[in-house]
């Protein structure tokens, strides 16, 4: 199997973590997003796959840059867009979208994915809420995100999925408890500072 691309759909810092204003001032929030986000991307390459971030946002494209990430460019309507585009960007290889709010995540849980990918058609992973916090396959797929995105995925392509469950892809930052959950795991002592 070919190496897939990573995709990383990453919004502009400044409106990012809206949800967690009644904890965090609005310039700790686009602080953390930019961590959060940087890690993400670290984890990413140390995979030794190929890393993209998808964004419309000119800040975003230059800040990727920075990080060594090649950039797609997001038609910037809402992340099912900008997941199909990060599939037309992989064209034949294989994909994985990865969202980029994820603390916890760690080489070992992207490389566990990539493992699966290569018997299963597509590979997903729920965060808690029922939410999706990656999703991998091969050539099109009827991406579904928003609220409940993983049942979703799953109605989707029920036989082609194999789900996968990891502490590191589970928990997302998206609200205060979020952010209490990952401050009190042993991987998110980094978010003390915040």
């Known amino acids: 199997m070919q190496a897939p691309l990573i995709a990383i759909p990453v919004k502009p810092f400044g409106v990012a973590k809206r949800r967690l204003a009644p904890v965090l001032d609005a310039g700790r929030r686009s602080r953390l997003g930019r961590e959060v986000a940087a890690r993400t991307i670290a984890a990413a390459q140390a995979t030794g796959v190929p890393v993209a971030v998808v964004t419309a946002d000119a800040g975003v494209m230059a800040w990727a840059g920075n990080q060594g990430a090649n950039v797609v460019v997001d038609p910037g309507r809402d992340l099912n867009v900008a997941a199909q585009a990060a599939v037309r960007t992989a064209g034949s290889r294989p ?3 990865l969202h980029a709010d994820l ?25 808690y809420d029922g939410g999706t916090s990656v999703l991998a396959g ?9 609220p409940a995105s993983f049942r979703r995925h799953i109605a989707c392509a029920p036989h082609l999925l194999k789900v ?3 502490v ?27």
């Open 138 to 146: 091969s050539g099109p797929f009827p991406f579904r995100y928003g």
């Open 164 to 166: 996968l469950v990891r």
């Open 168 to 194: 590191g892809l589970a928990i997302d930052l998206d609200a205060p408890s979020d952010l209490a959950a990952a401050r009190e795991h042993p991987r998110g002592a980094w978010l003390s500072y915040f």
């Open 95 to 97: 994909w994985m979208i």
């Open 103 to 127: 603390p916890l995540v760690e080489p070992a849980d992207l490389l566990a994915v990539i493992t699966e990918l290569k018997t299963a058609g597509s590979v997903i992973a729920p965060s």
